[in-house]
């Protein structure tokens, strides 16, 4: 359920505990005034607590951003939104890979110079594979791999961020932004993201893609990092 469904399920509320307290006192005037006064200010504390109690941890989630170049001119950012409340582990591993904080000497951990190395117009752009630059490599801040979290979330929308795999529980760094509704990866690939500004740079890097999935122009991660 989305943020704005729950604000107005929870307003919705409130006005229907007021108008039940009221009916008891529809026949007795004089004490309607000081009863509305004492009810308000009681209800709108309940009220507030009810409502911070009751949002989503979607209102916490992390916000990440790639700044891309297409041939080497600048294309734009992109920002993406991070699903850590359905699936924490595979949206820790994104963010902390944007960030590159877990990078120790000899082992970089960091999207940034990482490319786009497959992009097939109409289905997906695909990267981060920062290691290889070519969809061979990469690994994740877990160790090479790490396990599929769930397939809770679905591609049923385009501009979805999810994990590209080699099988069953092979995650490690590769990622796609869909551009369609890719729902035959439902249960296959893990659904942790969806791009929420910057969608006119992701059909920009879609449009130097080609069926063989190789660009036609080198697009790149110049930085990235957390919001």
């Not at 001119?73 to 590159?100: H, I, M, Q, Y």
């Not at 893990?190 to 500004?197: A, K, L, R």
């Not at 920009?204 to 110049?222: R, Y």
Request: glycine share 8%; hydrophobic share 35%.
């Amino acid at each position: 359920m989305h943020l704005r469904q729950y604000s107005w399920l929870l307003i919705l509320f409130y006005q229907l505990l007021i108008f039940s307290s009221c009916l008891k006192f529809h026949n007795h005037p004089k004490h309607y005034s000081s009863f509305i006064n004492n009810l308000v200010l009681t209800r709108r504390h309940k009220f507030f607590d009810l409502f911070s109690q009751t949002l989503p941890e979607m209102s916490k989630r992390p916000r990440v951003y790639f700044d891309l170049t297409v041939g080497g001119a600048k294309a734009g950012r992109v920002v993406f939104e991070l699903f850590s409340d359905v699936v924490p582990k595979t949206a820790e591993n994104f963010r902390a890979l944007c960030t590159g904080e877990k990078s120790t000497p000899g082992n970089p951990l960091h999207y940034k110079g990482s490319t786009f190395h497959r992009v097939i117009p109409h289905f997906m752009c695909q990267g981060g594979d920062f290691t290889n630059h070519n969809g061979t490599g990469g690994k994740s801040i877990y160790g090479a791999k790490f396990e599929d979290e769930n397939f809770t979330l679905k591609h049923d929308r385009p501009f979805l961020l999810s994990m590209a795999n080699a099988g069953p529980n092979t995650n490690g760094s590769q990622f796609f932004v869909t551009t369609v509704v890719t729902q035959w990866l439902d249960g296959k690939h893990v659904v942790f993201g969806e791009v929420v500004e910057g969608k006119d740079v992701v059909r920009a890097v879609e449009a130097v893609g080609t069926q063989s999935g190789k660009p036609t122009k080198p697009v790149v991660v110049e930085d990235c990092g957390q919001l």
